[in-house]
């Protein structure tokens, strides 16, 4: 089905970057045409995609802060997709680039930007959303913990985060929870070494392991309930980024265990 879409916009989605933004009937977002730099399998039903907006330089300087989003529209396809930014904005300042981890649903405008291609123009929104303000949980001395809990595309925004740097090698205990069905189904395992260099310590989670796993199962909330590691809840922060009733109930352990509310970070 992508594929054909993918012929019918074509003649659309080649057209000249000189377009002005675009704005539809009843839409006041203003749309920045721009092309597709690349597409490429993430992991099961999940893909990388890169945008290039060199030639969109307002655009690309308003993304300052981890954790954000935006909005991407594909010509001739009414709904626009919700997407976190996964690059961190130092990548975008020095290659002029987005880069996205979006998750193919049928039917979704996300499947038809994955059957897209290199010099295929989608239209992005303005950058949106508070992102991630680590400043609440600086300076590093005085919050020595740093819990990380993501679920299944919700990495995304994280990656964002541990790239952007924020100071993860100068506390004491820095772990990612990050949730998926199943080892086929986690994006961004090439990355874990880097990200364990930096003072993260990853804890995956399979939902649907298969037999040979020996790691966490279930779901990311339980795992975290059992392993009941808060070891100074007035020093320790938090960022959630993933499915709703995670974000919930982890939040829910975090605050009941003494966590201020206001040192738990989201994207939403």
Same mark, same amino acid.
């Given at each position: ?6 012929? /019918? ?16 009937? /009843? ?71 987005? !880069? ?10 996300? !499947?038809?930007?994955?059957? =897209? ?24 001395? #005085? ?19 541990? !790239? ?18 199943? =080892? ?64 919930? #109930?982890?939040?829910?352990? =975090? ?14």
């Amino acid at each position: 089905m992508a594929t054909i879409i993918r012929r /019918h916009l074509n003649p659309i989605c080649r057209r000249s970057l000189a377009i002005s933004a675009a704005v539809r009937q /009843h839409d006041t977002t203003i749309w920045t045409p721009t092309p597709i730099a690349d597409v490429k399998p993430a992991a099961e039903s999940l893909f990388y995609v890169t945008i290039d907006v060199s030639d969109s330089p307002d655009l690309a300087s308003s993304y300052t802060l981890g954790g954000k989003y935006l909005q991407l529209r594909i010509p001739n396809v009414e709904k626009p997709s919700f997407l976190a930014i996964a690059s961190p904005p130092s990548l975008t300042f020095t290659n002029c680039v987005f !880069e996205f981890l979006v998750k193919s649903i049928a039917g979704s405008t996300a !499947e038809l930007l994955c059957g =897209l291609g290199k010099g295929d123009v989608v239209e992005l929104s303005p950058v949106m959303g508070k992102g991630f303000n680590t400043a609440q949980i600086s300076p590093p001395e #005085e919050y020595r913990s740093v819990l990380i809990f993501a679920t299944g595309s919700g990495i995304s925004p994280v990656r964002s985060l541990i !790239e952007s740097g924020f100071s993860a090698d100068k506390r004491s205990d820095v772990r990612l929870y990050y949730g998926a069905r199943n =080892l086929q189904r986690m994006a961004y395992r090439d990355r874990f070494k880097a990200w364990e260099s930096s003072g993260v310590t990853i804890v995956p989670v399979f939902s649907q392991p298969d037999d040979s796993w020996v790691g966490e199962a279930g779901y990311v909330q339980a795992a975290f309930a059992m392993a009941k590691e808060v070891y100074a809840p007035k020093s320790t922060g938090s960022v959630l980024c993933g499915h709703r009733q995670m974000a919930e #109930e982890v939040t829910s352990i =975090l605050v009941g265990n003494g966590v201020p509310h206001e040192k738990i970070l989201k994207n939403f």
